[in-house]
């Protein structure tokens, strides 16, 4: 039996043993109701005014019983709520004292504004990559829900400096607003960019007259789930095979084939190297579908000739090992 349900067994017990007592003496001693619950609470408080006390030899036979079973009661009651609330002050506290020395070793990491159901499914998705993370949320009914999940959170406005300051904004990687209003997502950009001007920055866009102030405010990139919804549905209608790979190609689970973005570092190996140089193709399998430049640039099918530079973000298509085999070869 779990704490929670321990306590709600112990209260019922008690009010069923004051309702008793109540009635008994009622009954047997003949006191009003008002009288018969005030002997009943300060028997099993053990006050003992002195007031009221059973006179008939029922009453006394009555009151034994009621003390031997309704003062543990009371006692059983009053040690459990009180070492709930203690253990729960202290879990809080040590909770919250674990949690921001997490965030306080974490760099390069991101941030999530809101963790409705948008920001859920992210948050799933990048502790699945095993990518560091905070949640920041301010409503105690989700606050259960992040915990469950297991998300590296900080309760707080979002929308407070202080609050991107304890999420260790100064030291992130990007951030992703997807606070319920644009207004909210607008006023975290302004100030995220002025805590940290080199931050990549994420927005969700509920309205798509918003979306172009969501761009000027400093977003990098602004998404609208309803519009991406929508182009995937009418997807599903009009090109139905394309559609079925693209999920295949970026299904977490996909064992037949999967897509990913891997970056160039300084000391990789395959720098200076072309496309049919680095025998990416012959070695581990993979295609290289696409590349995006240090400037934004994105080139398509890029040619076999293609010489790679550090900073390029190759996107790889092929079997999850090897894409994890390559992986190691690009930031070695």
Wanted: net charge negative; charged share 25%.
């Amino acid at each position: 039996m779990t704490q929670k349900n321990k306590i709600i067994f112990s209260v019922i017990l008690l009010f069923m043993i004051i309702f008793l007592g109540t009635l008994g003496y009622r009954f047997i001693e003949g006191w009003n109701l008002l009288e018969s619950f005030y002997a009943t609470i300060v028997t099993l408080t053990t006050v003992g005014y002195g007031d009221f006390y059973p006179h008939t030899q029922n009453g006394r036979i009555f009151t034994i019983i009621l003390v031997v079973f309704g003062v543990g009661a009371m006692l059983y009651t009053i040690v459990l709520v009180a070492e709930s609330f203690v253990e729960g002050q202290l879990k809080t506290f040590m909770g919250r004292d674990k949690l921001k020395k997490m965030i306080d070793k974490m760099n390069n990491h991101y941030i999530i504004c809101g963790c409705g159901r948008i920001g859920y499914l992210i948050g799933k998705e990048l502790k699945a990559d095993n990518v560091d993370f905070v949640v920041i949320e301010n409503d105690p009914e989700i606050m259960q829900k992040i915990e469950d999940a297991g998300f590296v959170y900080y309760q707080g406005d979002a929308t407070q400096d202080n609050t991107l300051i304890s999420a260790g904004i100064k030291r992130a990687k990007g951030i992703v607003c997807v606070l319920p209003t644009d207004a909210q997502n607008i006023y975290v950009i302004l100030t995220a960019k002025e805590l940290n001007p080199n931050l990549y920055i994420l927005s969700r866009a509920e309205e798509e007259e918003s979306e172009h102030r969501l761009v000027r405010a400093g977003a990098d990139r602004v998404m609208s789930p309803y519009t991406q919804g929508g182009v995937r549905m009418a997807m599903a209608i009009l090109r139905p095979a394309m559609l079925d790979f693209i999920e295949i190609s970026t299904r977490r689970q996909s064992l037949e084939l999967r897509m990913e973005e891997i970056e160039v570092c300084q000391k990789s190996q395959i720098i200076g190297k072309s496309l049919e140089e680095s025998a990416i193709r012959n070695k581990y399998g993979l295609i290289i579908i696409a590349v995006k430049k240090k400037s934004a640039k994105m080139i398509f099918n890029p040619p076999a000739n293609y010489m790679i530079e550090e900073g390029d973000n190759l996107i790889a298509m092929g079997e999850e090992d090897n894409i994890q085999n390559f992986t190691k070869v690009c930031v070695e």
